[in-house]
């Protein structure tokens, strides 16, 4: 027992822990890690205390060598875990840098760029120029009544221009919109005179698809209605939205017949060569304004009515109209 308290004993005790403790602290990873071998080393109850405890039983002279060499190896030991725990919180920030890069200068996933589909853009060029015109933007529902679609718009029941504009009938009397001229019904209802509107819509009729007929297509409808218009101004409006959308060509009236104008025409435009029929017109039956409690007296106005598809094909030669809806990239990303 007295062996283990000689000079010599507790001199390489503390040898033994000063080497124990450097190779400790060295390979200590977190800072959780250097507390602890803080705690065992030189806690009160570390190694350390337990060497300065013994050293009580030794000699008088004696200890100050113990002391003395004790206290080097305690701020030896203090320094090593100061110097460690600096590495280790570095290497922590390192590490959390590296984890948590952003790359600034990398480039981004590449999304192709869309582009509006072709009859969407002559929507919007046909509705621009009635703008330009003065022309206010007004919608209708695509489900109707038959009250909007027919016989609010001069239409009766057995009336023959139904044959030529049969529908999806939904039930009740509600049915898929033949065209967009109830959209004049439910503005005027809406809004009082002076009126000018253009109203771009998808329409749906009981035809067989072929390369000019698809049972779902879309029309722009225009009116206006205010005192004292009459043929000379439709013909002028017109003319000019035909010549902004197809150019300086000529225009061609055709007299003609729609229950809901009186007198109507039909649109020619003379298109490379050929007369082609593009849109509908006429000035608004007094019927029809009756029907609305408008008096006919005071108030007249004209309409016309365009398919959008016909449009569109004309003006980039597109010769299938089930072109427009295959969603076939090769054909869509040409314009
Ligand atoms: N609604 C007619 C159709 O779909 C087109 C039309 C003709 C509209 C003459 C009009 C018009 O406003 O005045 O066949």
């Not at 071998?37 to 337990?50: D, E, N, P, W």
């Not at 598809?309 to 076939?328: A, N, P």
Request: proline share 6%.
């Amino acid at each position: 027992m007295s062996a283990t308290f000689s000079l010599q004993d507790l001199t390489r005790q503390l040898e033994q822990l000063e080497a124990e403790a450097a190779s400790a602290i060295a390979a200590a990873g977190s800072a959780a890690d250097l507390e602890e071998l803080r705690v065992g080393l030189l806690g009160k109850k570390g190694r350390l205390s337990v060497v300065l405890g013994a050293m009580g039983r030794l000699p008088g002279e004696e200890r100050p060598l113990v002391g003395q060499r004790a206290n080097v190896l305690k701020e030896q030991v203090q320094a090593l875990l100061a110097e460690r725990l600096e590495n280790v919180k570095g290497a922590a920030m390192a590490e959390r840098l590296e984890r948590e890069r952003l790359d600034v200068t990398a480039p981004c996933r590449y999304v192709p760029p869309g582009h509006r589909h072709p009859l969407i853009a002559t929507i919007e060029e046909i509705v621009d120029i009635f703008a330009g015109l003065g022309y206010r933007v007004s919608e209708g529902p695509e489900i109707e009544t038959d009250h909007y679609n027919f016989t609010a718009l001069n239409i009766p029941e057995h009336h023959p221009a139904r044959d030529m504009q049969d529908t999806f009938y939904l039930g009740g009397d509600r049915l898929l919109r033949t065209h967009t001229s109830p959209v004049q019904i439910r503005h005027l209802e809406a809004n009082p005179p002076p009126v000018r509107i253009v109203a771009p819509g998808r329409v749906f009729r009981r035809d067989a698809v072929d390369a000019t007929h698809s049972p779902v297509f879309h029309q722009v409808e225009v009116l206006a209605l205010d005192e004292g218009l009459d043929f000379s101004h439709l013909r002028g409006t017109v003319t000019t939205f035909l010549q902004r959308f197809f150019g300086d060509l000529p225009v061609r009236f055709r007299a003609s017949y729609f229950p809901f104008t009186e007198p109507s025409a039909e649109v020619d435009v003379q298109w490379r060569g050929r007369w082609l029929e593009v849109m509908g017109c006429g000035m608004v039956d007094p019927a029809v304004l009756e029907g609305l409690g408008i008096d006919p007296r005071t108030h007249s106005g004209f309409a016309a009515g365009l398919g959008v598809e016909r449009f569109c094909m004309v003006r980039h030669g597109i010769d299938d109209i089930r072109r427009l809806y295959t969603s076939d990239l090769r054909f869509l990303e040409q314009f």
